[in-house]
């Protein structure tokens, strides 16, 4: 065993009779990871998808084995639908009127963090083997791990936007949860805003020294790093090269009509923008009549935790828009907005990016959006649209930049890079945006970005470790 990966969610979902890539940005960017690499994932196992404690995969050459954690139903309840999903993910979006403050989700996401501890301290047999935990889910684990093991190598990842100290104040228990990850040797965020975000909310923490880029903590020295995450670039490349995937993508053209394609792909979350960006399409179909029978949307949107209301409320929500722009515009056959709401395979998204002139990336938050890096990598001849509150936008700036909350902005950009695309206005310009976001695609390959978040976390801390302090 190479590396230990420690995360909330399985990397595979079930699909009929077999296994496929589990829905999300964390687990598509880590599965080719472990399947070049090898090692051990230790998950949530959720019933729906079996009762296997253990799964070996790909289940013809298994490269790596995924430990499936069975949770009490109740603490799933606590823990996973509430603290990660209705405490810690509205606040590190910046979405403080959803945040909800519940002694009982404390209580049982510290139970669930224990649990996932054990499964790890179980089959972590050599310290000298990195352990890598993801997440908010698992906040406390890096500290119940360093209890354990004090010389043991563990890194943590940071997937979501980390907000500034004054968002984090919310929290009651913040301490806590803080002295949870500064447990790690090595913690990892994808942009340098959210590191100065980490450190300046470690200055929150009593006890803690911020020296630069590391914390000083209990007799160690934690190191704080951007790692942008990316995506694999080689499969996505294959999958753009096959006759299938292109196939596809020309009978989406087709099936839509008119002359251009736009598309967005988006687990159906309240973070995603997706209210906002169809009113930004409403509004241009509204304001740029042009534009009707010429251009279709499609919008496809994974469900995403339906047990949640909050989630609910915006399926309802995300239906009714829909079905009042379609309601008023449909013409001869001609649909303004396609609505899929389900899962797809990554290859079959790919006939989307590759059928697509427009991609809309608008997210309220985000803390990369690997979705805009597929496009990105994967588009001829398309344009990228992305929010300005995305990740993702630290990284790919030659996107074309708007502000997802901005609607009637929205429409209007979308409807200058449809009258440019019309006229054959700034292809020069488009073309060489593209090849830019390429290269800046290619780079930040997600083995790259593996093998540089893991070198590091190689590297001898810089504080000698001590005995913990009490
Ligand atoms: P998040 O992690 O918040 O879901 P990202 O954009 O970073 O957002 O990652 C989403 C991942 O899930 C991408 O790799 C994307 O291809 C995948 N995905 C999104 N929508 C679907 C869908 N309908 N079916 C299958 N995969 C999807
Ligand atoms: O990438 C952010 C992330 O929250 C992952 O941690 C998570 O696995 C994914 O999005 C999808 O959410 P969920 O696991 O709740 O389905």
Partial sequence: ??????????????????????????????????????????????????????????????????????????????????????TLWPL??????RVEIRRDFLTAYRSTNRRFAEAVLSLWDDPHIPVWVQDYHLMLVPALLRAARPQGRIGFFWHIPWPPPEVWQVLPWLEELLAGVLGADLVGLHTAEYVDNFLATCR???????RGQRVLWQGRAVRVEAHPIGIDTARFRRWAAEPRIRERAARLRRAAGGRFVLVGVDRLDYTKGIPERLAAWERLLEQHPQ???????????????????????????VDEQVGRINGAFMQDGWLPVRYLYRAFPPQELVAFYLAADVALVTPLRDG????????????????????????AAAVLPEALRVNPYDVDGLAETLHGILASLAEGRGRRTWE??????????????????????LASLEQAPAVPAGPPRR
Avoid: C
């Fill in 204 to 210: 929150l923490l009593p006890g803690a020294v911020v």
């Fill in 92 to 97: 590190a979006h910046y979405l403080l009127d």
């Fill in 368 to 391: 990369m959006n690997l979705v805009a890096q597929e496009y990105a990598w994967v588009t001829e001849n398309g344009v990228l649209v992305l929010s300005n509150l995305a990740g």
């Fill in 291 to 317: 534009w009707r029978g010429q251009a279709t949307l499609y919008q496809i949107a994974v469900p995403s935790r339906t047990r949640l209301e909050s989630y609910r409320q915006l399926k309802r929500r």
């Fill in 432 to 453: 060489a945006r593209r090849a830019a976001l390429k290269e800046r695609v290619a780079a930040l390959d997600v083995h790259g970005w593996a093998a540089r978040f």
């Fill in 1 to 86: 065993m190479s590396l230990v990966v420690v995360a909330n969610r399985e990397p595979l979902r079930r699909e009929g009779d077999g296994w496929v890539p589990a829905v999300g940005g964390l687990a598509t960017a880590l599965l080719p990871v472990l399947e070049r690499r090898g090692g051990a994932w230790v998950a949530w196992g959720e019933k729906d998808a079996g009762s296997l404690p253990l799964l070996h995969y790909p289940p013809a050459a298994p490269r790596f084995a995924v430990h499936r954690l069975f949770l009490p139903p109740r603490e799933v309840a606590g823990s996973y639908h509430g603290m990660a999903n209705r």
